[in-house]
């Protein structure tokens, strides 16, 4: 089992930096693939970025070059530095954990994130 708390969201204006963590706690969590989502109002959720135990990354195009992900697994802690944003990344974002190779997947709450001035 594994517990996921999301923090970090707020209210920011365009071309703002936001840094949202997700800390983890409950099973190994090195070894899991972290990832985080968003889910806009009216829209389906979307896969943003993750990063594996081994530490390689990926991205969806629309955040390519202005979110960063990362993970110190001494603090059991997932991050995603979010730079230059804008109305459109407006979401509720959520972390995910998944055993590579297995069902098991877990969801934390959500944080609201709103980029608006």
């Known amino acids: 089992q594994v517990q996921l708390v999301e923090s970090g969201g707020g209210l920011v204006q365009p071309g703002g930096s936001l840094r949202l963590s997700c800390a983890a706690s409950?099973?190994?969590?090195?070894?899991?693939?972290m990832a985080w989502y968003r889910q806009a109002p009216g829209k389906q959720r979307e896969l943003v970025a993750s990063i594996t135990s081994t530490h390689n990354t990926g991205y969806t195009d629309s955040v390519k070059g202005r979110f960063t992900i990362s993970r110190d697994n001494a603090k059991n802690t997932l991050y995603l530095q979010m730079n230059s944003l804008a109305p459109e990344d407006t979401a509720v974002y959520y972390c995910?954990?998944?055993?590579?190779?297995?069902?098991?997947?877990?969801w934390g709450q959500g944080t609201q994130v709103t980029v608006s001035s």
């Open positions: 409950g099973s190994i969590f090195s070894i899991y693939t």
């Open positions: 995910n954990g998944r055993l590579p190779s297995t069902s098991i997947n877990y």
